[in-house]
């Protein structure tokens, strides 16, 4: 006779799977649930009749003063720029370390010496930004205005610098599998072939596995545009466009500026607004334009390892 | 004559298991060396010992002498002039991700070729070798890893050639080619062989008829016999196992 399960076992497994199926839903009801309520907080003020917010000023005025008696103005272009000059800078920053990293984890390094690392990237993961705050303000500051001659040390740089360490460690480890992804074969056939060790690294590893770096890479993007408490505190916080001087002029030692994020304005101003009132809608309709930032990065990223699968 | 490959009382091992256990052979310059044996007998790993690709695996350890040219393999002061020298063609084509083109030119321009003039040449030459050439001449620039298993498998015994090697390993390269091309590239071979040396690794045993002067039998890490293929293929080896083997009678 045929081996036969019994009808409980048939039963359990329809359950498990079901939870299964649950536990995926509610991942997509989270993430639109979020949308949703930021979006109920901030979305009125589109609508609102009486308020000083014009859409159009939203994005193109760098006038933001949101609690100006009579002349309240909803500019949030300063807030923009501040965000993507840390990003990109940070990013600059960190992609050679990210990059060199990852190749050093996975062709140079073996046994103890690599779980160490591993062990050790992973740490730096973990420390909390308030932290990275802190050294911003008493190691990195003071090493700036002592290198470059600058009067204030939070400045654009600290604050990239302090990004770039944050978003390094994801970056290493995503790059990192990327690499090691790509299949020893590979490896073999180019040293068979007569190539050094560099040569095979930079022209058939890199190649192979670049599509894994850029997600990395983009990882690493969307984890430093969404950081808020570490450049709240590393950027000077002033409300300053870097790149133009007093006189309207280009200025070159943007780097040495102040700016403000778009996160760091949100956590320093919701505590001192009223619910439901203007300013405060306006916040989380900043919340919204970071929300779809982090978005289109990820989905980027995620557009981008599907890529990899592809070749494959 | 000196041999141009000499193994010396080679062992090797992965890890703790063994994979070679101490065996000694010659290969002569400008034959056809064949080396017939059942799965896992530890062919593949022996070419991987003589272009010291073995050592790329973590792990391996290895003793004996083997020499090229009677330079030890592994006091040679280059390893990658070494591995220029010698002509590798994995079982499994791995083409590289790059075009076609580049995967011939990869070697020549690893050693430092930059001319545009003399890369061209040499890449026509080695692909028509490797009766690669009338297929992929009009899209040299489409990626290696795109052709099909037996073009692919081709187009790596054309990056052999590309570093113009004294020793051609080749390991089971037919594997993926049909009848017709596997004749035509056969026929190749016993041309290249007035220029380099050629070991033939085969599980189709007619195949080490065709070609090799002589035949090496390998068994679990051990040479059952070496002789002149008249001989291994000849009614009486010296060693029953060697007749069953070519004799399809084995397990
Ligand atoms: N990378 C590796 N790590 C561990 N063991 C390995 C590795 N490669 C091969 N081996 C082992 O070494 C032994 C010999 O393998 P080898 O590939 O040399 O055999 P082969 O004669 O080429 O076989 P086949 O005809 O199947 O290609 C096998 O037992 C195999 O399991
Ligand atoms: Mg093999």
């Not at chain 1, 003063?65 to 807030?79: A, D, F, Q, V, W």
Request: hydrophobic share 45%; glycine share 10%.
């Amino acid at each position: 006779m045929r081996a036969k399960r019994p009808g409980y076992a048939v039963f359990a497994e329809k359950g498990i799977e079901w939870i299964i199926r649950l536990c995926g839903i509610s991942a997509i009801i989270f993430v639109f649930g979020i949308f949703f309520f930021v979006f109920r907080e901030g979305g009125p003020i589109l609508w609102e009749k009486g308020t000083d917010f014009r859409l159009g000023d939203f994005f193109t005025s760098t006038d933001w003063y949101p609690t100006s008696m009579e002349n309240k103005r909803y500019g949030i272009l300063l807030l923009i720029i501040g965000t993507f000059t840390v990003t990109g800078l940070s990013i600059l920053i960190a992609v050679p370390f990210a990059i060199g990293g990852a190749i050093f984890l996975s062709e140079f390094c073996t046994g103890k010496v690599k779980e160490w690392l591993k062990i050790i990237i992973e740490l730096l993961a973990a420390i909390p930004s308030i932290v990275w705050g802190f050294i911003g303000i008493t190691v990195i500051n003071p090493l700036i205005q002592s290198w470059f001659d600058v009067p204030v040390g939070l400045n654009v740089l600290n604050a990239s610098i302090i990004l770039a360490l944050m978003a390094m460690p994801i970056m290493v480890s995503i790059g990192e599998d990327a690499l090691k992804a790509v299949p020893d074969n590979y490896r073999e056939a180019a040293v068979a072939l007569g190539a050094t060790r560099w040569q095979m690294i930079f022209r058939v590893l890199l190649p192979a596995g670049k599509n894994g770096l850029l997600a990395a890479v983009l990882l690493g993007v969307g984890r430093a545009v969404g950081e808020t408490m570490g450049v709240l505190m590393a950027t000077g916080h002033s409300l300053n466009n870097p790149y133009v001087k007093l006189d309207g002029s280009f200025n070159p030692m943007w780097m040495f500026e102040s700016c403000r994020t778009l996160t760091a304005t949100i956590a320093s101003e919701l505590g001192e607004t009223s619910v439901g009132s203007p300013h405060y809608r306006v916040l989380f309709l900043i919340g919204i334009v970071l929300l779809t930032i982090t978005f289109i990065i990820n989905l980027t990223a995620d557009l981008v390892v599907k890529g990899i699968r592809k070749q494959k | 004559m000196v041999s141009k490959i000499q193994v010396q009382n080679l062992r090797t091992w992965y890890g703790e298991k063994q994979v070679h256990h101490g065996i000694s052979f010659h290969v002569e310059p400008n034959e056809i060396f064949g080396i017939i044996g059942p799965a896992q007998s530890g062919k593949t790993t022996l070419l991987r010992a003589i272009n010291r690709t073995f050592e790329f695996t973590a792990g391996t350890r290895q003793e004996g002498v083997i020499s090229v040219d009677g330079e030890d393999v592994k006091r040679v002061r280059d390893v990658y002039e070494l591995r220029r020298k010698i002509g590798m063609v994995a079982p499994l084509p791995v083409g590289l991700p790059l075009s076609i083109y580049d995967n011939v030119a990869f070697a020549p321009r690893s050693a430092g070729m930059r001319n545009k003039g003399e890369l061209d040449e040499l890449v026509e030459r080695c692909l028509t070798q490797a009766a690669l050439w009338d297929e992929v001449k009009d899209r040299l620039d489409s990626l290696g890893t795109k052709l099909s298993g037996g073009q692919q498998q081709r187009l790596t015994i054309a990056r052999a050639l590309s570093h113009q090697p004294e020793i051609l390993c080749l390991d089971e390269f037919s594997i993926a080619i049909d009848p017709v091309t596997t004749m035509r590239i056969e026929d190749v071979l016993k041309v290249l062989k007035k220029d380099m040396t050629i070991i033939l690794v085969t599980n189709l045993v007619q195949q080490a008829r065709r070609l090799a002067a002589r035949t090496m039998f390998l068994w679990n890490g051990e040479i059952i016999e070496c002789d002149k293929t008249e001989v291994i293929f000849g009614g009486k080896p010296a060693d029953k196992r060697t007749h069953d083997y070519v004799n399809g009678i084995f397990g």
